[in-house]
């Protein structure tokens, strides 16, 4: 039987976690799902350049959202990372509030950070 890869989505503000809360990103979402698919859409890697000019956090996130594919998307910001989960059917990672609220409305599963130290998974 052959079994699928999560496919997890990385947000703007899931990429600025390991620099702002000492977090590591692979490694807690490896500890919550095995081995998975981390992905970027293209609209999040936009905003970080644009951030990354004048914050270091965000030039910092944008080395680091690399490392993992970049998915194309036509939307922006947090439509970029609905129209990405909705299409490849993923997990979103995020700590915006607005953006969880809306995730769990439409049924998406997410991960979150929790006391600024771990992440938990919600809705799966």
């Known amino acids: 039987m052959l079994l699928l890869m999560p496919k997890v ?14 977090i ?11 081995d998975c698919e981390m992905i970027v859409p293209s609209a999040v890697k936009y905003e970080l350049r644009k951030l990354a000019i004048e ?10 959202s690399e490392k993992f594919q970049t998915v ?9 990372v609905i ?11 995020t700590n915006d509030a607005s953006l969880l609220k809306r995730l769990k409305e ?5 991960i979150r950070l929790r006391s600024h130290s771990h992440l ?5």
Not at 83 to 93: F, G, N, P, R, Y
């Open 72 to 80: 194309r998307t036509k939307g922006t910001g947090d439509e970029s």
């Open 106 to 110: 439409l049924g998406i599963p997410r």
């Open 120 to 124: 938990v998974l919600e809705g799966f």
């Open 24 to 34: 590591n990103l692979d490694a807690e979402v490896s500890r919550l799902l095995g």
């Open 9 to 22: 989505i990385l947000d703007a503000n899931a990429l600025l976690m390991p620099f702002q809360f000492g």
């Open 55 to 64: 914050n270091r956090a965000a030039k910092a996130g944008l080395k680091l």
């Open 83 to 93: 129209e990405a989960a909705l299409a490849l059917k993923a997990i979103v990672v």
